[in-house]
Each structure stands twice: as structure tokens, then as C-alpha cells.
């Protein structure tokens, strides 16, 4: 299973510390630094297709595993948007650099809309994928405009130690189905070998519990102080350029939402939907993906 996160390509290999943990990476390339976050229940691998192309490109790419997941420590704690905030900002500045193009997919592009607010010194411009503003998820869980399908995953999360073992059981079986469940229906996203590694990366034993973390704290900081601060200073529009992307039949996302994020952006502003597309957008489109995130990159410097 460590063959699978030190997966070898046209990438270095990396572990740096940062925010009171050490977090494993991959880059390559050179110039303005593009961060990508992945997202639940993926690590760094997600971005395999973007990283050269990126890097080709005149950026220096580096895609990283998050707190508990991949190669990245695997704490009991951290897995609030301040402390996952901070994370990202610590490995900028381990790597360097001052500040990032911050890309994010799913729960990483959660984190990322966190950063651009709490520490947007260290976000130059940010590209959320298949990841409305944190307040559309907290909308939901307040009964707002939505799908009741997200609400009921969110949920599913939330009981005690049942949901890490419907992950790790049967060779984490369920992240396959997961994958296949949210990209279209026509999509050849996963393919065997790329499924293969995800579940190898998921059984990184805390792993499940690490990425669950993610989904309890949502949940259960709503009535919580730190839930209310973190809600309250998400309410504030950021001002960095946002390059929003989504999948056409993504099932995670409700018609209508796509777009919700515009009025929590004070920047320069951009929604493309990819059509015939789903969850993944970056790994059931990859070449169209990098297209667009390429050209629009190059706008910003």
C-alpha cells in the first residue's frame, strides 16, 4: 500500500512538516506555486493528470495529502477548517512561497474556500471542484435548498465506529462504489487500477476515521462556538478570483446550487459547468479539466 502513495511519475516526492504534523506531496515543476486539495475518499493521486500538465505549463505544481489521509499524519485531532486552514497555509510557507493558487476538489475544496477567508494572505486565487461555499453545505444541515442525498451521507457519517468499518470492510469496497456512484453514468472513471489505489489508500488504517473527522465536525459544531465563528466569518465574500468548476450530472450537487457560491465572491468571478460530467470533474474529464484550469492560470499572473 505505500507503493501506492509513493505512486512514481513525472513528480518528486515530498514530506514536509507544517501546523504540528508532517504532510507528504508530490510537485513538479517551476514558477507560481498551484496547490491541489483532493477530496473524500481520494489523496494526492487525484491530481495525476493535472500535476505535469500544470507543470508544462510554467507553474510549480504540488499536490498534497491532507490531515489523515494518504502519506500525511494521521492525528487524533485537526479536522476543523481552522486547523485544516492553517495546515495548507504551513505547507505554502514550508514550501517557500508566500502565497498559492489554491484548487480543491469535494472536501479539499471546502478546505480551500476556509483558507481563502481565514488565511487569505497565503490564497492568491482559488478553483473550488464540485465544492459550493461551506455556508451552502451548512445550509443543508439547516434545512436549506438541497438534495436530500448529501444530507443523508453527512448523517450516515455521524454514529460511532459503524461507518469506519462499512469503509474498511471487504478491502474498502465502498470507496469503489462510491466513485462509480457519483461520476456519470457513462463515465469509465474508475478504471480497475485507479479504484485499486484508492482502496489501497483508504485501508492506511486511521485513514476512514481521519476522513470521517471531516464530516462529524461539520455536523457537530453547528451549535457550537466554534461552528458559530467559523459560519459568521464565511459570510464575509473573499476577494481573491474564484474559477468554480462542476460536473453537469454531478448527484451531489442540486440544480440551482451550482452557482450559489457568486454572491460569497467579491473577485473576479467564473462558473464553468462541464457537461456529461460528474463528481469528479478532474479524473472523468481530465484533459478538458486541465484546459480550462490552464488558460484561466494564466490569466492570473
Request: glycine residues 10%; contains cysteine; charged residues 25%.
Amino acid at each position: 500500500m505505500i507503493d501506492t502513495v509513493d505512486a512514481r511519475g513525472p513528480w518528486e516526492h515530498r514530506r514536509v512538516a507544517a501546523n504540528g504534523a508532517r504532510f507528504h506531496l508530490v510537485e513538479a515543476g517551476s514558477g507560481p506555486m498551484v496547490l491541489f486539495l483532493h477530496g473524500f475518499p481520494e489523496f494526492w493521486y487525484a491530481w495525476r493528470h493535472q500535476l505535469p500538465v500544470v507543470a508544462d505549463a510554467g507553474f510549480r505544481a504540488v499536490a498534497m495529502d491532507l490531515r489523515g489521509y494518504g502519506g500525511s499524519d494521521k492525528t487524533p485531532r485537526g479536522y476543523d477548517p481552522a486547523t485544516l486552514s492553517a495546515d495548507i497555509a504551513g505547507v505554502i510557507r514550508s514550501l517557500g512561497e508566500s502565497d498559492a493558487v489554491v484548487v480543491g476538489h469535494g472536501w479539499g475544496g471546502y478546505v480551500g474556500w476556509a483558507t481563502a477567508a481565514l488565511r487569505g494572505d497565503q490564497v492568491r486565487a482559488l478553483v473550488p471542484v464540485a465544492a459550493p461555499h461551506p455556508l451552502h453545505l451548512i445550509n443543508l444541515l439547516r434545512g436549506g435548498r438541497g438534495q436530500l442525498g448529501p444530507v443523508r451521507h453527512l448523517l450516515s457519517m455521524q454514529v460511532p465506529v459503524l461507518p469506519e468499518r462499512r469503509i474498511m470492510s471487504d478491502d474498502a469496497a465502498y470507496v469503489e462504489r462510491l466513485l462509480r456512484s457519483r461520476s456519470a453514468p457513462d463515465s469509465e472513471f474508475p478504471d480497475p487500477d485507479t479504484a485499486s489505489r484508492y482502496r489501497d489508500a483508504m485501508r492506511l488504517w486511521p485513514a476512514p476515521h481521519c476522513a470521517l473527522e471531516y464530516h462529524r465536525w461539520l455536523f457537530r459544531s453547528r451549535l457550537r462556538s466554534d461552528g458559530r465563528a467559523f459560519a459568521a466569518r464565511m459570510r464575509t465574500p473573499i476577494s481573491q478570483a474564484v474559477l468554480q468548476i462542476h460536473g453537469g450530472v454531478d448527484p451531489t450537487i442540486h440544480r440551482g446550487c451550482d452557482d450559489s457560491s457568486r454572491d460569497h465572491v467579491a473577485g473576479p468571478y467564473r462558473l464553468e459547468i462541464l457537461d456529461q460530467v460528474g463528481h469528479f470533474p478532474h479524473e472523468e474529464s481530465a484533459d478538458e479539466f486541465s484546459k480550462i484550469l490552464v488558460e484561466w492560470l494564466g490569466e492570473q499572473t
